[in-house]
């Protein structure tokens, strides 16, 4: 079994719909969580870091379940521009570890 | 906008020559990793390194070889490149302290073919 594992997709969304998607995560001692944004052919960027409480910026909102060992991001009124590889990093004794992504596809 | 750089952006080259991958940064990060990732594929750790005079092999078996001799500056190294060598490699620092710890930031990637 993967330490971070994501459904690859694609999740083909309409425009203006709510999309979520999990991370889990093996190591239940993992101290920090991050999405990242990747487009195609681009470098990945940082979308939100994942705080214990949750976090919101804009229609983007990231969660922590650690009981169950899994991040969420959430995408409200998804846009077209939202269309990218989401990829979620977890923090083992100051390693990072990738997740292959999840692939999302926005449609008009 | 993150101050890491990465040169040649792109790269074609014969199978058999030497090559350099350049990836500088003006943050001032201790941390820097090399990353390879084909098309649709996840990322992989090939060679990170905490700081000037540490270098440390990643997840992925690589061929190449990496320096660092002064902290902005993270070259990764193949003495003989082959196909298979044929991939897209990013580089990225992250600090080691303060409110970004962790967080990477990424240049804008080598694309390497090898003919």
């Known amino acids: 079994r993967k330490e971070v594992e994501q459904d690859p997709g694609p999740f083909n969304v309409p425009e203006g719909a709510t999309v979520a998607f999990n991370c889990t995560y093996s190591n239940s001692a993992s101290q920090s969580f991050f999405w990242y944004r990747q487009d195609c052919r681009k470098e990945p960027k940082l979308l939100m870091s994942?705080?214990?409480?949750?976090n919101e910026d804009g229609r983007f909102t990231a969660q922590l379940n650690r009981a169950s060992q899994y991040i969420s991001l959430l995408i409200r009124d998804s846009k077209l521009s939202d269309s990218a590889t989401y990829l979620c990093?977890?923090?083992?004794?100051?390693?990072?570890?990738w997740g292959a992504g999840t692939k999302l596809i926005i449609k008009p | 906008e993150a101050d890491i750089y990465q040169t040649p952006r792109y790269l074609v080259i014969g199978t058999g020559k030497k090559i350099t991958l350049e990836c500088s940064q003006t943050m001032g990060h201790d941390k820097m990793y090399w990353y390879q990732q084909d098309p649709g594929m996840e990322l992989h750790l090939i060679h990170y390194s905490y700081g000037v005079n540490s270098t440390e092999k990643g997840d992925l078996s690589s061929e190449s070889t990496v320096s660092r001799i002064r902290t902005e500056h993270f070259p990764l190294t193949l003495e003989s490149a082959r196909p298979s060598h044929t991939s897209q490699y990013l580089c990225a620092s992250s600090a080691m302290q303060g409110p970004s710890y962790n967080e990477q930031f990424f240049g804008p990637g080598t694309r390497l073919t090898v003919l």
């Open positions: 990093v977890v923090i083992n004794n100051y390693q990072l570890i």
């Open positions: 994942v705080y214990s409480s949750g």
